[in-house]
């Protein structure tokens, strides 16, 4: 995943790079959600809906209207990818879109085969197992960002120069498995307490980076061939490293920590449901929401990942001048650190043993039935602990959401707005979950504009599931 990271930012312009967490952008508020807002606030499993939950599989990543164009030709798993293969990881990365204008930040997650159970009305527990990869990065000019994209051998790169100076960037990605419990500790009409707890494990985690320092850069055609262009980088000094090298994936290696970081993090949330104005009282079954007002916290992602790797490396060096082609771009995008070990001269190489934080935030929201079946939800996440001078720390960008929403036991229908800090125009999203079957995009607009570095998430999920049924009394 390190290499991702590198990759992409070092693609676009040769380094820089960053990450986030995710959630499915309107699943997580839902009632219904289960497993899907257990990873978002795990009190949902104290009273939970669900006697029984299965996740059989879902996945997500950030995209732009690219991957449609080359379907089949992508990946919307590329930051998943990088710490395992090399085969086109440059071509995949492109029809990947950032999240955020500035910084760079491409995220991608599998939820693998996972569970939830009902252990009686007021308690629940949850075995999830999640892979998730982050690239960011850091004070990257847009006309490399757009070289990147329009390639170096096209003759669509447009002529630009301008001073850079420092930036970064960082891949990382890792698996984690997770056992939550949730447990209703109120039980009334007209009020609701749960709360709930989750730990987990961290493994197989792979990290990479970049800092370096640019004093000036130029784009311009090659002297030969003026289809053709060159970019050129003055005075440059740079660090950069790996936990582990590229490594086909086995299983039982992720396990090692002489191989990958691992570690461990633990998520809180309560959630307190105010008023049965919507209780239906002619019909007995009815299973739906009742309260008029719900207000939830939850702290997700507290911890970290522990860096201390026998095959790891890190180096640095300077150049007074860097030429970069088509060929040697891709090399770096491909190959990550490694390929930029084989093109760059270094003076030090030293070995990496660090600890980076897991995207720990904290989530308020509050979640109004304005009709039966029909809710405004307000959230906002904000970043936890976060410290600016530790690139290799995962993050979450700091998002205001407003989401209408209509659910009930068998569908959902979402159409979240989310305003993140960094962006200069609100993301429009939608979710439809009907049945067994969730796709959702966090910013359609992202698919559809064709300029700008803005991208949307994308997910596809199945599941299976058992409702909780009140029983009826037998009269005597």
């Given at each position: ?30 009632n219904y959600g289960g ?23 879902s996945l997500g990543g ?186 086909k994936m086995s299983i ?225």
């Open positions: 995943m390190k290499r991702s990271i590198f990759t992409t930012a070092l693609l676009l312009s040769l380094f820089s790079i960053k990450s986030h967490s995710q959630q499915i952008n309107g699943l997580q508020y839902s497993l899907y807002r257990a990873t978002y606030n795990p009190s949902v499993l104290g009273g939970s809906k669900h006697k029984w939950q299965v996740n059989i599989g950030s995209i732009n209207y690219r991957y449609f164009v080359f379907l089949g030709k992508n990946s919307l798993l590329y930051p998943l990818l990088a710490p395992h293969s090399t085969k086109e990881l440059y071509g995949r990365s492109r029809t990947m879109g950032s999240l955020t204008e500035k910084p760079l930040y491409l995220v991608s997650e599998i939820r693998w085969p996972s569970v939830m159970y009902s252990i009686d009305k007021r308690q629940g527990i949850a075995l999830q197992f999640r892979t998730r990869g982050f690239v960011t990065g850091n004070n990257i000019p847009d006309p490399i960002k757009n070289l990147y994209f329009r390639r170096l051998d096209t003759g669509e790169a447009l002529p630009a120069s301008g001073d850079w100076g420092s930036f970064n960037m960082t891949q990382q990605s890792f698996s984690d498995i997770s056992f939550s419990y949730g447990l209703q500790v109120v039980d009334l009409d007209a009020h609701k307490l749960r709360l709930g707890v989750t730990g987990k494990k961290i493994f197989g985690a792979r990290a990479a980076f970049l800092n370096a320092n640019i004093s000036q850069y130029e784009l311009r055609p090659e002297n030969t061939d003026p289809d053709m262009s060159e970019l050129v980088l003055s005075n440059m000094t740079y660090e950069s490293g790996y936990s582990h090298i590229n490594q039982g290696n992720l396990f090692d920590a002489d191989k990958y970081g691992n570690g461990w993090g633990y998520d809180l949330g309560f959630t307190y449901e105010l008023g049965a104005f919507w209780k239906n009282k002619e019909e007995k079954f009815d299973e739906n929401p009742q309260y008029i007002l719900r207000l939830a916290a939850s702290l997700t992602d507290v911890g970290s990942i522990r860096y201390k790797t026998k095959g790891s490396k890190v180096v640095s060096g300077s150049m007074p001048e860097y030429v970069m082609n088509q060929a040697s771009m891709e090399t770096i995008s491909d190959r990550g650190p490694e390929g930029l070990m084989e093109l760059l001269p270094y003076t030090q190489d030293t070995t990496l043993s660090t600890t980076a934080r897991l995207p720990s935030a904290l989530h308020l929201e509050a979640d109004v039935q304005l009709v039966k079946g029909f809710f405004i939800n307000l959230s906002q996440t904000k970043r936890h602990r976060y410290r600016d001078n530790q690139i290799l720390d995962i993050y979450q960008p700091n998002v205001f959401t407003i989401t209408p929403r209509f659910e009930d036991e068998d569908s959902d229908f979402a159409f979240p707005i989310s305003f993140v800090e960094g962006n200069k125009r609100p993301s429009v999203g939608a979710l439809a979950h009907f049945g067994p079957v969730f796709l959702g995009f966090s910013n359609i607009n992202g698919l559809i504009k064709k300029t700008g570095a803005r991208g949307s998430m994308v997910y596809l999920g199945f599941s299976a599931w058992k409702l909780n049924r009140k029983k009826e009394k037998k009269q005597r």
